[in-house]
């Protein structure tokens, strides 16, 4: 690293040097321990910096910009190239050229139409245009090809929740957020089976199955109360094998229940007859009365 600064000078043979300001106008002091400080006249020797002629009698004189280190940083800064009017630097020293320019610690880059810095490093209008087509990789300071991040490994200004969110979203979660946006199709295929059912609580036994299996669909149950409510022939042979179910013996006998006589149809139509058959029942009940009467 050496000569970043070169200026052409009106003549050869010359004493020159240059200073470097910051944005805030503050100079270089490389006295002691080198630190940018408020324009202090009594300290101008303290901030040239050496130009040399080179090659000799070239008119072009080169010098070293500070490298990068301790309060010396990448940036924009100001170079003013003085000639030394007499034995040491002084402020009166006549200035020959400021140039204004970007130092990244390898390039003093001088300002001009085509020189604009991205997150530290110097960039131009090329590769500005390539920037808005394909990206900018920051870790290189160029133009890359589109730069994806493929993880989120940290989360910062974290709303509530959010960051629990993405701990427990694993793959296969994440595959059913897919399905939301897949339509009714994908959300279908997604409807667990008795099988599926039992993965998801955990249970290796396929008896739960059978047990799902067992569970009365609504058809089945409204087969017995058909058998409950009707007293026809007709529902005994529809819903033969439930009125089987309902008699079937379970280790202390069978039943005997016949809908066409246990029926609630048939119990209320017995139960019509015996209103019917009022006029009867006091004719009896009339004749056991005269018949008590003769009793001496």
Known sequence: ?????????????????????????????????????TLTVANWGDYDVALSESPASSYFFAGTFPAISGNMIAGWYW????????????ISDALQASYFGYWDGTTFKWWADD??????????????????????????????????ADTVTTLTNDPTGVGTLLTRLSSARAGYLDNLSAGAVALASQILDAAGIRSAVGLAN????????????????????????????????????????????GGSGAGAFANTT????????????????????KLVTDKVDTILELIP
């Open 1 to 37: 690293m050496a000569n970043e600064i070169s200026h052409r000078h009106s003549a050869t043979g010359e004493t020159l040097y240059f200073t470097i300001r910051n944005t805030a106008r503050q100079m270089w002091n490389t006295a002691g321990t080198p630190n940018f400080e």
């Open 79 to 90: 170079v003013d190239v003085f000639k030394r009017a007499g034995g040491s630097p002084a």
């Open 115 to 148: 020189t604009v810095a991205l997150a530290g490093g110097v960039q131009s209008a090329t590769d500005l245009k390539d920037f808005a087509d394909d990206g900018y990789d920051p870790s290189t300071h160029k133009v890359q090809g589109l730069v994806l």
């Open 206 to 249: 396929a008896n739960l199955d059978t047990q799902i299996g067992l569970v009365a669909t609504a058809s089945k149950l409204l087969k017995y109360f058909q058998l409950l409510l009707r007293k026809d022939a007709a529902i005994a042979t529809d819903n033969a094998t439930e009125l089987t179910a309902i008699n079937a013996n």
């Open 262 to 281: 246990d029926s609630v149809e048939a119990i209320r139509d017995r139960n019509d007859e015996v209103k019917t058959d009022t006029a009867g029942v």
